[in-house]
């Protein structure tokens, strides 16, 4: 088969085409044949060597959701057949004509979502739900704000928490940005190359803050992101895109009973990921079937142009989710 490879940390000129061998299926896997695979800002920080290589066992190559046609299903699969249609969270290899995955990181197509669109959901439908839903429990009636609204996380971060019943704050970088995170059902929109995200946050909640954010700038918003918040409330930081050490005021978390937490999707045990990919299909297919949450696909590029997509990602210009098409 073919699959994408990083002949050596850099930028998006590292990446080829390559072929490689097929790759193993062990007796707990499904083997897909894939539809599109999606990008996500961890496939970048991995092509430049400042993420971590994969756990033991877990594919060498990048990607970690798609979508496909199932191949191959292990001795110990009882729920997936030959030529059924999913997508799934994987351990990596995505960027490849075929992978394996463990069966419980397998979810069906939800029906109206198209084979090659579906590829950009299991990523953030499971980051969003574990984070925002499973660890920090917001409730309907809540305040939640998500820096990069129009991100691949924000877009479906906006729908997934609107439908649940909460009033979504988003932050985002231009107007046009800004307008599609109002259509996906956003109440207050905040350009935060224009104004102070705190100040608004404050203006719009009469002085009280939110009660939960969801950020991936990290040390650049820290402070700011404990300032915007309500009495108990929570802050989740899922990466550190502008920076990883900052210095931080305690006094607002004691005075506001505060609470921070971190998690990262791709470093938890596989029974962990099960157990999300479970509590998604309970909890958010049902939303997506019913038309409340439809997948933002941007642009898709053929497996051969990764470099490209890479490049669209990095440059901060997509609105939702980069697919990568073999």
């Known amino acids: 088969?073919?699959?994408?490879?990083?002949?050596?940390?850099g930028g998006p000129e590292v990446l080829h085409l390559r072929e490689v061998g097929d790759p193993e299926l062990r007796d707990e896997d499904v083997l897909i044949n894939v539809a599109a695979a999606a990008l996500n800002r961890a496939d970048t920080f991995r092509r430049k060597g400042s993420h971590p290589p994969p756990p033991?066992?877990?594919?060498?190559?990048?990607?970690?959701?798609?979508?496909?046609?199932?191949?191959?299903?292990?001795?110990?699969?009882?729920?997936w057949k030959i030529g059924d249609q999913v997508c799934a969270l994987?351990?990596?290899?995505?960027?490849?004509?075929?992978?394996?995955?463990?069966?419980?990181?397998?979810?069906?197509?939800?029906?109206?979502?198209?084979?090659?669109?579906?590829a950009s959901l299991p990523e953030v439908a499971c980051t969003v739900w574990s984070t925002v839903f499973m660890i920090n429990q917001l409730s309907a009636g809540e305040t939640f704000l998500v820096h990069g609204g129009s991100s691949g996380i924000g877009?479906?971060?906006?729908?997934?928490?609107?439908?649940?019943?909460?009033?979504?704050?988003?932050?985002?970088?231009?107007?046009?940005?800004l307008a599609v995170c109002k259509d996906l059902g956003a109440d207050?929109?905040?350009?935060?190359k224009t104004e102070d995200f705190v100040v608004r946050v404050k203006q719009e909640t009469e002085g009280k803050g939110v009660d939960v954010i969801l950020d991936h700038i990290g040390a650049a918003y820290f402070q700011r992101?404990?300032?915007?918040?309500?009495?108990?409330?929570?802050?989740?930081?899922?990466?550190?895109?502008?920076?990883?050490?900052?210095?931080?005021?305690?006094?607002?978390?004691?005075?506001?009973?505060?609470?921070?937490?971190?998690?990262?999707?791709?470093?938890?045990?596989?029974?962990?990921?099960?157990?999300?990919?479970?509590?998604?299909?309970?909890?958010?297919?049902?939303?997506?079937?019913?038309?409340?949450?439809?997948?933002?696909?941007?642009k898709s590029f053929p497996l051969s142009e990764a470099a490209e997509a890479h490049r669209l990602m990095e440059s901060s210009k997509h609105i939702g989710k980069i697919l990568l098409v073999p």
Not at 1 to 9: D, E, R
Not at 90 to 116: C, F, H
Request: one cysteine or more; aromatic letters at 6%.
């Open 90 to 118: 994987l351990n990596g290899g995505g960027y490849a004509e075929k992978v394996a995955v463990p069966a419980t990181q397998v979810l069906p197509i939800p029906p109206g979502v198209s084979l090659e669109d579906a």
């Open 1 to 9: 088969m073919k699959a994408i490879v990083i002949s050596a940390p």
């Open 225 to 298: 992101n404990l300032d915007s918040l309500n009495v108990g409330g929570r802050l989740l930081l899922i990466s550190m895109m502008c920076g990883a050490v900052t210095e931080v005021n305690l006094s607002c978390l004691l005075a506001r009973c505060l609470t921070v937490k971190a998690s990262r999707l791709r470093y938890r045990s596989p029974e962990n990921k099960a157990a999300i990919v479970n509590e998604v299909e309970k909890n958010v297919w049902p939303a997506i079937i019913t038309g409340k949450i439809t997948p933002v696909v941007y």
């Open 56 to 79: 033991a066992g877990a594919s060498p190559y990048l990607g970690i959701e798609c979508s496909g046609t199932i191949l191959a299903a292990g001795k110990n699969v009882s729920r």
């Open 155 to 177: 877009t479906f971060a906006i729908q997934i928490a609107k439908y649940q019943g909460a009033k979504v704050f988003v932050t985002a970088g231009s107007e046009e940005k």
């Open 188 to 192: 207050v929109c905040i350009n935060y």
